[in-house]
């Protein structure tokens, strides 16, 4: 890709959506006093060839209102726009750490095993709606299962790993499963049909991480320190999340299945938050917190 070119990408989307629509003439004015213009506007041929080629890689559509000859970004709902704000914080990190190299050794980033092998080819699969086969090794069990088939479903990244959920094809039921744990990936060339009965939004709703049963959702109030309440502003724990602010603490409020992904998220977060209810939740991590000290006894 030719020197900045993924920086205007990033850029021109970054600022249609920060002005919510805008004139082709407001948009020049600002792409003169951008880094990447040398202060020349940008041609009308160049502004076009940059729709296309963003529409391409980002699958973002941006649209012109034919009354205002206003453009803006397509709302596609919730998902798709999370998908979007991760594809542009990805674009733009690479964009800006390929012009690195000379402090390259004082820069640390989280390993994502599981993107390098084989996400390619479940998005693939994903996209075109064709089973997957595969070798299984679950960290619960060390021969591995061969020839598992699944209809994707959906995928997820979590804890750095990325995660395909889908109907298995041997016992009809859906499964999740870690990418870092497969092997021997096929796409098969037959395709699937989603099962019309699976609602997607209702599956994910009241889910933490990647275990998406375990029970009813349950009403959820923890009490976080000031200072703990200030993380879960800026990265909530779920989109359920509400809070309700006192003097030096805060209560905030979730509904979300007791998963055991979910329990150990806040047996991590220690003396710095409080379970206040349900009681079934705080009986998990009382349980949690005296199992582990008592590996401390004499």
């Known amino acids: 890709m030719a020197r900045n070119l993924l920086g205007r990408y990033v850029w021109l989307i970054d600022t249609i959506r920060r002005y919510g629509s805008i004139t082709r003439e407001k948009l020049n004015e ?6 990447y213009s ?33 453009y803006s970004i397509a709302t596609t709902g919730p998902r798709s726009e999370g998908l979007t704000d991760w594809l542009l914080n990805s674009a733009a990190m690479s964009n800006v750490l390929s012009n690195v190299s000379e402090v390259a ?13 084989y996400l390619s080819q479940v998005i693939s699969a994903l996209r075109e709606r064709h089973p997957l086969r595969f070798t299984y090794t679950p960290y619960t069990r060390s021969t591995p299962t061969h020839g598992v088939v699944i209809e994707p479903y959906f995928l997820k990244i979590f804890r750095q790993r990325w995660y395909i959920t889908g109907r298995n094809t041997a016992d009809k039921r859906i ?17 699937f049909t989603e099962n019309t009965d699976f609602d997607l939004d209702e599956y994910v709703r009241d889910t933490f991480g990647i275990i998406f049963s375990s029970g009813e959702p349950h009403n ?12 879960f502003r800026t990265l909530p724990l779920h989109t359920s999340q509400s809070e309700i602010v006192n003097d030096g603490y805060s209560d905030f409020h979730l509904r979300l299945r007791l998963t055991p992904d979910f329990v150990s998220e806040i047996v991590s977060l220690g003396d710095r938050v409080k379970v206040i209810a349900p009681p079934e939740l705080r009986a998990m991590v009382i349980d949690i917190h005296r199992k582990a000290l008592s590996q401390y006894d004499a």
């Open 30 to 35: 600002l792409w003169v006093l951008s880094p």
């Open 38 to 70: 040398d202060g020349q506007p940008m041609p009308r041929r160049t502004f076009y060839n940059y729709r296309n080629a963003i529409e391409d890689l980002f699958n973002i559509n941006i649209e012109v209102n034919p009354h205002t000859y206003e």
């Open 105 to 117: 050794d004082r820069i640390f980033l989280e390993d994502v095993p599981s993107a390098r092998t």
């Open 175 to 191: 499964k999740t499963y870690a990418l870092d744990r497969m092997d021997n990936v096929t796409i098969l060339d037959s395709t």
């Open 220 to 231: 959820i109030i923890l009490r976080a320190d000031h200072r703990q309440a200030k993380y």
